[in-house]
């Protein structure tokens, strides 16, 4: 399989150098050049299969023609190692936990598997690779987790200070070793310009191998389609044979991307939602057919305070820029922090269920989406463990979540980040600044 860039002015290139390279030359994302059909024997029969058994035949479809099945189902039998239940509130919702991974987010799905993938092609380059990492919390700490240790990696995570929960910023500043973070006074949004910037350019690339760890790499977003498939299975497993639809908490468009491309592989999906908090360019675009993208507004659900979604230039790819089009596979609504606590509040008076706060606008959106809909059955996904944001939960419910043991060994864990303005000759500086990584020199308590 080819993948072309969505701004059209660079060559087209294969999967390898798409994953290590990250970024196109010409400022666009990879796209594949053509998203193949599931067979309709693979949807007969999915109700049977589990999480793995789900991932390898998508993969193979997708990627079989790039990689052996023997390394897919290597690289996948070692990455999605965790369970990912789907809970049954009620007969018309479900709720897909995807926290159930190392570190508590659903992240761990793609960044398990883009490290394994990374691992495999960098192993005999010879050159170290760096990966950047832009984060408004849980992508950190997913990375930083899933490349810890590999060899010939070195990760620079970048992100918005005091805009992450204490739990999340710990889990991405605690790892040392290959594992570099630095703490950007700005916003997302900056983080993430800083990375782009660096991608394009082109005498820092003469001198470093970088790639990226965002769902700007396409070796992330394509495994977070599994989840939907396997959710459609589970329901199929209840006994759900409808189409349903899928509320995703929507940041930077990533995991909203690959539910659009499994869809495109033949997933029968009656229509996604896209919940936004108040960072709603999604939602007005769909409103009004034009995209214009706004300063980072903070919340509740940090993760998801993207003024400006990278992978909004993939769905208008998927979607051939026509809004119309778009319209019909699409739903958005967004939603203040107040209505997120009261969402929050109702999940735990009416069903006992604590959810985090990006799970709450997801549910908000489905609800919002009722009043066109409200017979068909419906997945919410949950994106992050709500003691993620123990702060948030227990000034919203009254009660503190459930502490998994993974979160309160990372609190005693010792903090290593280098604070760093939102500027791009710094940046540079510091990637070019190889030998200096000591923790005495670049990190501070």
């Not at 009656?270 to 908090?277: K, M, P, V």
């Amino acid at each position: 399989m080819e993948f072309y860039s969505t701004n059209h002015q660079s060559d087209s290139v294969d999967l390898r150098t798409a994953v290590l390279k990250g970024m196109p030359d010409d400022k666009g994302l990879y796209m594949p050049e053509d998203i193949p059909q599931m067979p309709p024997h693979f949807f007969a029969n999915i109700h049977k299969l589990g999480f793995r058994e789900i991932a390898t035949s998508v993969a193979l479809t997708l990627l079989g023609d790039e990689l052996s099945s023997d390394t897919l189902i290597r690289i996948i039998d070692e990455s999605l190692n965790f369970v990912i239940p789907l809970v049954r509130l009620d007969e018309k919702l479900y709720i897909l936990e995807l926290f159930h991974g190392p570190t508590l987010a659903f992240k761990d799905v793609g960044a398990r598997f883009m490290a394994r993938l990374m691992g495999f092609y960098s192993r005999d380059s010879g050159r170290t690779l760096t990966v950047l990492v832009a984060t408004s919390g849980d992508t950190g700490s997913a990375v930083a987790n899933a490349f810890y240790g590999v060899e010939g990696i070195r990760v620079v995570l970048l992100y918005p200070s005091g805009m992450v929960s204490k739990l999340q910023e710990r889990q991405l500043c605690s790892q040392g070793g290959n594992i570099r973070a630095l703490e950007v006074s700005g916003s997302f949004d900056d983080c993430q310009r800083l990375v782009k910037t660096a991608f394009s350019d082109a005498e820092l690339r003469e001198h470093l191998q970088l790639t990226s760890a965002n769902s700007i790499n396409i070796a992330r977003l394509i495994p977070q389609s599994f989840y939907y498939f396997y959710a459609y299975a589970r329901l199929r497993a209840e006994g759900v044979n409808s189409s349903p639809l899928i509320s995703v908490p929507s940041g930077n468009l990533g995991n909203l991307t690959a539910g659009l491309i499994a869809k495109r592989m033949g997933l029968p999906v009656r229509r996604f939602i896209a919940a936004c908090n108040r960072n709603d360019s999604l939602t007005r675009y769909l409103k009004n057919g034009r995209f214009e993208p706004s300063d980072t507004i903070r919340s509740i659900s940090n993760a998801m305070d993207v003024g400006n979604p990278s992978n909004f230039a993939r769905i208008l790819e998927l979607y051939g820029h026509a809004v119309d089009f778009l319209r019909q596979d699409l739903f958005s609504a967004s939603f203040d922090d107040a209505a997120t606590r009261e969402m929050m509040q109702r999940m735990d008076r009416e069903y006992g269920y604590i959810c985090d706060p990006h799970g709450a606008v997801g549910i908000c959106a489905l609800e919002a989406y009722r009043k066109y809909d409200s017979d068909t059955p419906a997945v919410c996904l949950e994106t992050a463990h709500p003691a993620k944001f123990d702060d948030t939960v227990r000034e919203t419910l009254g009660k503190a979540p459930e502490m998994p043991e993974v979160l309160t060994e990372v609190l005693h864990k010792e903090k290593r980040a280098m604070k760093m303005d939102a500027d791009y000759p710094d940046f540079r500086r510091f990637l070019l600044d190889q030998g200096s990584c000591e923790p005495g020199k670049y990190y501070n308590k």
